[in-house]
């Protein structure tokens, strides 16, 4: 079952950031929040780590940062190390 945004508890302005709330979850720890109560993924932690900090290696506003298509299939099917990705950059919006 997804998440909606307006679910997430957070204010107006950061509504439809889904990226910082996934990348916030993921360096506090609290990658259950994501899952809420998907069981399977809760039993496998190391991969939806994984799996989570690949997302954010492809979500970075830096094109040079992500990853290939190759390298990102290599660290899901877990052959490559996923190292620590860094925080997304922040989205600059207009008004």
């Known amino acids: 079952m997804s998440k909606k945004v307006c ?3 957070i204010g107006d302005e950061e ?3 889904l990226i910082y709330w996934a990348s916030d979850c993921f360096q506090d720890g609290k990658l ?3 899952v809420e109560n998907d069981m399977e ?3 496998d932690w190391k991969t939806l780590e994984r799996f989570l900090m690949v997302g954010i290696w492809c979500i970075q ?3 040079s940062l ?3 298509m190759r390298k990102v299939t290599q ?3 877990g052959v490559v190390e996923v190292g620590l990705p ?3 950059s922040q989205f600059s919006y207009t008004n």
Do not use: F, V
């Open 41 to 43: 993924a809760l039993n």
């Open 61 to 63: 506003e830096d094109p």
């Open 66 to 68: 992500r990853p290939t």
């Open 15 to 17: 509504k439809g950031i």
């Open 86 to 88: 860094p925080s997304p």
């Open 32 to 34: 259950d929040a994501l």
């Open 75 to 77: 660290m899901l099917e």
């Open 7 to 9: 679910d997430l508890g």
